[in-house]
């Protein structure tokens, strides 16, 4: 049973740090695409940041250079900073994974990122 565990949101001021983690656990052969959405009621689901198949990054156009996306082994991480209130929302982690012979998309559960003074 392959999981995703998210942790690091929260509450933070404006200006301020958070980093996000999420590790993937379970039997998988490989990692193709490792990457952070975010979501807010009543708005669609949008990329943040992620890993493409070929290792290379991008990031939303609203990151600006304050976030930056890293990963080690089975675990990505989301630095994040100068938080604007904008930033509040929940964010997930998502990893495309192979479990041969096929390729599945897994999601974390989601974890509170709250920006406010």
């Known amino acids: 049973q392959v999981q995703l565990v998210e942790s690091g949101g929260g509450l933070v001021q404006p200006g301020g740090s958070l980093r996000l983690s999420c590790a993937a656990s379970?039997?998988?052969?490989?990692?193709?695409?490792m990457g952070w959405y975010r979501q807010t009621p009543g708005k669609e689901r949008e990329l943040v940041a992620g890993?493409?198949?070929?290792?290379s990054t991008k990031y939303g156009d609203f990151v600006k250079g304050r976030f930056t996306i890293s990963r080690d082994n089975a675990t990505v991480y989301l630095q994040m900073n100068s938080l604007r209130p904008e930033d509040t929302a929940v964010y997930y982690c998502k990893m495309d994974l192979v479990l041969p012979p096929r390729q599945y998309q897994y999601w974390g559960q989601g974890t509170q990122v709250t920006v406010s003074s």
């Open positions: 379970g039997s998988f052969s490989s990692i193709i695409t």
């Open positions: 890993f493409t198949g070929s290792g």
